[in-house]
Antibody, heavy 120, light 107 residues
Framework: EVQLVESGGGLVKPGGSLRLSCAAS????????MNWVRQAPGKGLEWLSS????????YYADSLKGRFTISRDNSKTSLYLQMNSLRAEDTAVYYC??????????????WGQGTLVTVS | DIQMTQSPSSLSASVGDKVTITCRAS??????LNWYQQKPGKAPKLLIY???SLQSGVPSRFSGSGSGTDFTLAIINLQPEDFATYYC?????????FGQGTKVEVK
């Protein structure tokens, strides 16, 4: 069974930093691209970043403006999101999601339960 | 960036109804379109990928159609567990944008 478990969320002051982790199990982690998606309270889903299986390709939403860094450690089957210069508008539940490619179409087929980041 | 616009933003329906949600892309995305279901306090769940392919384990009362810029998610014989918020998402290009969501509520 695919499992993704996020951790590292919490309360942080504006301008502070936080590192989120996503522990993966139940699948061959080093064969899949991974993503971070967030959801502000009462709002919709916002894609943040993607990283390919070998970390060769990394993409970010323009809205992050270089403040966030995605990374992964395949030996630890873990995904990370380093968040710096945090703002109130970064308050959200942060999800990691597995990237599945079927017939050349990508989708996010497995999600973690999310970790809440509150910037205040 | 490709903008994804869903309509309606919310709708009220009864058990047994047929529900249709539309998603429009600001430019052609071929069939690079996914649908997700999200219940309160839970992570999103993939329902449909590649516009019309049913994800494993998803009931057949869910279906997707469309190509290019206009897409539809249909739910026939709405069940109590289907009351949720639904999101479309394009994976044609970066950023992998989501629609704003459609909340399906009990009438």
């Amino acid at each position: 069974e695919v499992q993704l478990v996020e951790s590292g969320g919490g309360l942080v002051k504006p301008g502070g930093s936080l590192r989120l982790s996503c522990a993966a199990s139940g699948f061959t982690f080093n064969r899949y691209s991974m993503n971070w998606v967030r959801q502000a309270p009462g709002k919709g889903l916002e894609w943040l970043s993607s990283i390919s299986s070998s970390s060769n390709y990394i993409y970010y939403a323009d809205s992050l403006k270089g403040r966030f860094t995605i990374s992964r450690d395949n030996s630890k089957t873990s995904l990370y999101l380093q968040m710096n210069s945090l703002r109130a508008e970064d308050t959200a539940v942060y999800y990691c999601a597995r990237d599945l490619e079927m017939a050349a179409i990508r989708s996010f087929d497995s999600w973690g339960q999310g970790t809440l980041v509150t910037v205040s | 960036d490709i903008q994804m616009t869903q309509s309606p933003s919310s709708l009220s329906a009864s058990v047994g109804d047929k529900v249709t949600i539309t998603c429009r892309a600001s430019q052609s995305i071929n069939n690079y379109l996914n649908w997700y279901q999200q219940k309160p306090g839970k992570a999103p769940k993939l329902l449909i990928y590649a516009a019309s392919s049913l994800q494993s384990g998803v009931p057949s009362r869910f279906s997707g159609s469309g190509s290019g810029t206009d897409f539809t998610l249909a739910i026939i014989n709405l069940q109590p567990e289907d009351f949720a918020t639904y999101y479309c998402q394009q994976t044609y290009s970066i950023p992998r944008t989501f629609g704003q969501g459609t909340k399906v509520e009990v009438k």
